[in-house]
């Protein structure tokens, strides 16, 4: 019920666009949100957008660098990835939360939807 999409190999300073195309729910009473897992560490939230896409949250490794947004007319979530650094290789995972508040940090705790990963590698 979740895809995503877009990951590839880049060069440090690079950009990529993530793409998370959501089914079978209704997009709209959901907060969205970015994990990912680099080779030996856990998986952690990075950045989410709320149900109204009115508050956005990013983690202070990504901040100023990553840009998360919303197309509810395609139901799909993205992540704008710029000046790529090679620590940011990992899988990254797109994620949904059935939320109806003003922020979104929940979803880092509760996850109703999984997408499969996408890899990301970034070469310095």
């Known amino acids: 019920q979740l895809q995503a999409s877009g990951g590839g190999v880049v060069q440090a300073g690079g950009s990529l666009r993530l793409s998370c195309a959501a089914s079978g729910f209704n997009f709209d009473d959901y907060a969205l949100g970015w994990f990912r897992q680099a080779p030996g560490k856990e998986r952690e939230g990075i950045s989410c957008i709320s149900t109204d896409d009115d508050y956005t949250h990013y983690t202070d490794s990504v901040k100023g660098r990553f840009t998360i947004s919303t197309d509810s007319a395609k139901n799909t979530v993205y992540l704008q990835m710029n000046n790529l650094k090679p620590e940011d290789t990992a899988v990254y995972y797109c994620?949904?939360?059935?939320?109806?508040?003003?922020?979104?940090?929940?979803?880092?705790?509760?996850?109703?939807?999984w997408g499969k990963g996408t890899q990301v590698t970034v070469s310095s």
């Open positions: 994620a949904a939360e059935s939320d109806f508040g003003s922020t979104c940090q929940s979803i880092y705790y509760d996850v109703d939807y």
